[in-house]
């Protein structure tokens, strides 16, 4: 199966810890034993957006934060590099080309962020359409998709399954409330929905569960189904 895991910045390296890091490397590590291709996209998380705030308070404009916040998802790749050794491409690829080669070639490419104004988000999916991966997982800091923003509203219920065409009225009503959080953002939904992806999203704090979810269809998140679900 080819796979395509998206991880959060935050999810992969809280305060650096090189523990979790290794523990998602031998995630990775056993998905490749078991006969599985894998592609990687890492987030900036928690680091990135203390750049960002920094660099907002200094004058930089928002072309040069999505810049610097790109330049800290390719640090965060480069540390599941470290870990994964000759398993990963040795450095994390900037265009969709050059991450398919390495995943045809049954290197694991580790990518952070590609173009300014584009999240880690849309670049897991871009990237599960370009090699046409049968799954695409969201590892994020929240249990899966839910009806509303769960921070704000106490009564938003989680979904267990969507259509593509579901997520993306999910996301679009999610996201239309100023300072809300989607576990997925808008345009990486639509690419799922162009590309009819199935795609799971799930809490990733615990890399085994992400482990589980490839390899014995096993999790407590949202599963996103192909189609329009009629």
Do not use: C, W
């Amino acid at each position: 199966m080819k796979v395509v895991v998206s991880i959060g910045g935050s999810v992969l390296a809280p305060d650096l810890d090189p523990d979790r890091v290794r523990a998602y490397a031998d995630v990775v590590e056993s998905l490749l034993a078991a006969g599985h291709r894998v592609g990687v996209v890492v987030g900036g998380g928690t680091v990135a957006r203390d750049y960002i705030a920094s660099a907002r308070e200094l004058g930089a404009n928002e072309m040069q934060l999505d810049q610097l916040g790109i330049g800290v998802t390719r640090l965060n790749a480069r540390l599941l590099i470290a870990a994964l050794g000759e398993a990963a491409a040795p450095t994390p690829p900037e265009t969709y080309e050059d991450a398919g080669a390495a995943f045809h070639r049954g290197d694991v490419p580790v990518m952070g962020g590609v173009a300014a104004a584009q999240t880690t988000d849309a670049v897991s999916a871009a990237l599960a359409e370009y090699v046409n991966a049968d799954l695409l997982v969201y590892a994020t800091s929240v249990p899966g998709v839910f009806s509303a923003d769960p921070n704000e509203h106490d009564d938003a219920t989680k979904y267990a399954e969507l259509s593509a065409d579901e997520l993306v009225d999910a996301i679009a009503d999610i996201e239309m409330a100023a300072g809300s959080n989607a576990p997925v953002d808008l345009l990486a939904a639509k690419v799922i929905q162009r590309a009819n992806l199935r795609a799971v999203v799930l809490d990733g704090t615990d890399p085994e569960a992400v482990e589980r979810a490839i390899l014995d269809d096993d999790h407590d998140g949202t599963e996103i189904v192909p189609g329009d679900g009629t």
